[in-house]
């Protein structure tokens, strides 16, 4: 079971290394604890001392790592290079993502591909009007125009104390699921966009190990179940 919760993690991994804001998840291994903690040698449980020598799968963590900055050159591109997230205004709430692949809509709100307002530090949809477009590192968005420049918004960048409390919802948007944000040190570059933080080699050579690791499981499953299935119809009737 763990080796197949592993190849489809693997399997989902490689299917977005090219979405851009894409955060591979992990496995991660507990133990489990079966007829005490006894310690003696003489007295401790032989099943307690077998399974917890052995790695069992407790889930998937989500990997947080840097994924490489594309250029685009689209003024409105924004990469994060440190910790942090975009919020965006969903129609489930407010979400957070690393796709920085944003637009403005007709009546001038930045948004993302799928129309959902981005959001300042106030948390509050951001209006840029027509001109030439600068986003400063820290997040400020100041708009040109024949009759000057001026300061219009400010993207917000988020982080968490405890990244924990992030679930994967989708492929690059994330839940806090309540937790509330504090502000990411996280610097803004603009004209870019951040892929996502597993390479197509590895997450192939990835899928390629488990896969392999998971016949290997399912074929001595097999010689187990054979050798059992025989003892149970030719050996037990004996006795």
């Not at 685009?72 to 290079?81: H, I, M, R, V, W």
């Not at 989708?170 to 699921?177: D, L, T, V, Y």
């Not at 179940?225 to 037990?236: R, V």
């Amino acid at each position: 079971m763990a080796r197949t919760q592993a190849l489809d993690t693997a399997a989902n991994n490689l299917a977005n290394a090219g979405t851009s804001g894409f955060r591979a998840q992990r496995d991660y291994f507990s133990g489990v604890l079966a007829g005490g903690i006894d310690q003696d040698p003489e007295t401790a449980s032989q099943v307690g001392q077998s399974v917890n020598g052995f790695g069992v799968l407790g889930g998937n963590r989500l990997d947080l790592g840097q994924g490489e900055l594309k250029a685009t050159g689209n003024p409105l591109d924004l990469a994060l290079e440190g910790q942090g997230f975009f919020a965006i205004q969903t129609p489930n709430g407010i979400r957070y993502t690393r796709d920085g692949a944003f637009s403005r809509s007709p009546k001038g709100v930045l948004q993302t591909s799928q129309a959902e307002p981005v959001l300042d530090a106030n948390l509050k949809p951001i209006t840029i009007p027509t001109g030439t477009i600068y986003v400063s590192p820290d997040g400020t968005i100041s708009v040109s125009t024949p009759d000057g420049s001026a300061i219009v918004g400010k993207v917000g960048a988020f982080d968490f104390s405890d990244k924990s409390v992030l679930s994967a919802e989708g492929s690059n948007r994330f839940s806090a699921n309540g937790a509330k944000p504090t502000a990411a040190n996280a610097l803004v570059e603009q004209g870019s966009v951040e892929g996502a933080n597993e390479d197509a080699v590895h997450g192939t050579m990835q899928l390629v190990l488990v896969q392999r690791q998971a016949e290997m499981m399912q074929k001595a499953l097999s010689v187990f179940n054979n050798d059992f299935d025989k003892t149970a119809s030719e050996d037990l009737p004996r006795v």
